[in-house]
């Protein structure tokens, strides 16, 4: 049986903070598809470049099980690029679940955030581990249903 796939979505500026959390979903048997993890974006800002990075993007939420959204944790301003993509991952129904650094500052910078929340979308978690341990009991509540 293959292992579940999380895209794991954040600001770029905290690439390595969630490289390091990638390592942790990795080895509780978790597959990630996310290209952007990788750093391969550094320095590169042709036309073309961007083109691709965006979709890989699209292509790794697209392939996703579940979409894991990052708040919080970036070391400098987001263009933006993880609110793109949790809406992709909206209008694609896929399993949403969110590890926020502070639920307070969460949901007084995104109105989908807290909407997906407390409409029972999404799941929100303060702990990534409590978040994968989540993940890994839903995969196998879909493998016995």
């Known amino acids: 049986m293959r292992k579940p ?3 794991l979505s954040a600001a770029y ?3 390595e903070t969630i490289a390091v959390w ?5 080895e509780a048997g ?4 996310a290209r952007w993890i990788s750093g391969n974006h550094e320095g590169k800002t042709s036309d073309s470049d ?4 965006a979709e890989e993007d699209v292509e ?5 099980d579940y979409f894991v959204l990052f708040h919080g944790f970036e070391e400098q301003s987001s263009k933006g690029g993880k609110w793109v993509e949790m809406g992709l991952a909206l209008g694609l129904d896929k399993p949403m679940f969110f590890v926020l650094e502070n639920w307070d500052a969460a949901k007084e910078s995104n109105v989908f955030v807290r909407w997906l929340i407390g409409n029972d979308i999404g799941r929100a978690f303060t702990n990534v581990y409590v978040c994968i341990g989540c993940i890994l009991e839903d995969w196998e509540d879909k493998k016995r249903a």
């Open 22 to 26: 990638t390592k942790a979903f990795r």
């Open 30 to 33: 978790v597959e990630v598809k």
């Open 13 to 15: 500026g905290a690439r």
């Open 60 to 64: 790794d939420v697209t392939n996703c």
């Open 50 to 53: 961007i083109a691709r990075f």
């Open 5 to 7: 796939i999380v895209y």
